[in-house]
C-alpha cells in the first residue's frame, strides 16, 4: 500500500496554530486563537497532496481499508500525548458510512490505539449528515452547528482526549467536536489527523 520511496516523498508539516496559521510550537493553538477555541493543538503527518492525497482517495474511495495501518504509523511518530490521554474517532456523515461501508476514521483511530495503547472511546455520535467538500469555514461551522453529542459522558470526566480524522481542511468540524466534548466534561482536547489540505 505505501512502500519506502513513497513515504520519502510526505512532507513533513511545520508547527502552527491550526486557525490562523501562524508558526507554533508543535502544532499548539496560538493564544488569540486558544480564546475562542476548545482545540488545544493540532497535529498532522503530512500535508494533504501526492501520496498521502493518492492515499486518503483509495481509503475512501476504492475500498482500501488497511491504508489506516500505514497512517498509524506515519502519524504516532509525531504525536505527544499524555498517559490520560484517551482516543475518540470523529464519526463520519451515516451516509458516507453506508456507502463505503466503514467509518475510515475509526479505522485509523482503533489503528492509533492499538499503536500507542491508549485506551479507544466511540463516544462521539454525529447527527448532521450534510455534505461538506467544498465548502468553506463559516459554512462547515453553521452546518455543524449541534451536529454532534456526547454518549457515556461520564467516562470522559477529567480525561485528555486525542481526536481522530484523517484529513483537516478548516478545521471547523475539529473544533465544533472539541467543544462538545469540553461541555461534556473532558479536559485537555487535541486532534491528530493524517493530513492537512493546505
Known amino acids: 500500500m505505501l512502500c519506502g520511496t513513497c513515504a520519502q516523498q510526505l512532507t513533513?508539516?511545520?508547527?502552527?496554530?491550526?486557525?490562523c496559521l501562524r508558526p507554533s510550537l508543535s502544532g499548539l493553538t496560538c493564544p488569540d486563537c486558544s480564546a475562542i477555541s476548545s482545540l488545544h493543538r493540532v497535529q498532522a503527518a503530512t500535508a494533504y497532496a501526492g501520496v498521502a492525497k493518492e492515499l486518503v482517495w483509495r481509503l475512501k474511495s476504492a475500498g482500501a481499508k488497511t491504508a489506516p495501518r500505514h497512517m498509524a504509523d506515519l502519524l504516532v511518530s509525531r504525536l505527544s500525548v499524555t498517559p490520560r490521554t484517551v482516543i475518540i474517532p470523529v464519526p463520519t456523515a451515516t451516509s458516507r458510512?453506508?456507502?463505503r461501508g466503514y467509518d475510515q476514521a475509526k479505522l485509523l483511530a482503533h489503528e492509533l490505539s492499538r499503536k500507542t495503547r491508549l485506551p479507544y472511546r466511540d463516544c462521539?455520535?454525529?447527527?448532521?449528515?450534510?455534505?461538506?467538500?467544498?465548502?468553506?469555514?463559516?459554512?462547515r461551522l453553521n452546518q455543524l452547528h449541534d451536529a454532534f453529542?456526547?454518549?457515556n459522558a461520564r467516562?470522559?470526566?477529567?480525561?485528555?482526549?486525542?481526536?481522530?480524522?484523517?484529513?483537516?481542511?478548516t478545521g471547523a468540524t475539529l473544533e465544533i467536536a472539541a467543544t462538545t466534548l469540553r461541555s461534556a466534561g473532558a479536559g485537555r482536547v487535541e486532534a491528530a489527523v493524517f493530513c492537512i489540505a493546505e
Open 12 to 19: 513533513t508539516l511545520p508547527g502552527r496554530c491550526y486557525r
Open 97 to 99: 458510512v453506508r456507502s
Open 124 to 139: 462521539l455520535v454525529r447527527s448532521g449528515k450534510t455534505r461538506q467538500v467544498g465548502t468553506s469555514r463559516r459554512q
Open 149 to 151: 453529542r456526547v454518549k
Open 155 to 169: 467516562n470522559l470526566t477529567a480525561m485528555d482526549v486525542l481526536l481522530v480524522d484523517d484529513v483537516m481542511t
